[in-house]
């Protein structure tokens, strides 16, 4: 996947529950759970609750997403705007 190896989020509320994200990877950003909802809702409230994120890895083509800056974000989680919650 280009971003959101295993969880691709654009909804401004949501809430995920007793999940397990685990050795995905993107070409870009958010190896393992990509979430931007101003991109279509506007901000909003994401939750994570007993939510594992393990052995995710962002930026697996080796390409650049940014001048300069060959890496790529969040390897475990990406998040742009908005609030996240976890616990």
Sequence with gaps: DLDGGGIYNLTN??????????NNSAKRDGGGIWSDPLLVSGPGTNTFTN?????????????TNL????RGA???IYHDRGTLTMS
Aim: glycine share 20%.
């Design 13 to 22: 509320t949501d809430i995920f529950n007793n999940a397990s994200v685990t």
């Design 51 to 63: 939510v594992t994120v393990r052995g995710n890895t962002a930026d697996s083509d080796g390409t």
């Design 67 to 70: 001048p300069g800056d060959p």
């Design 74 to 76: 969040g390897g475990g």
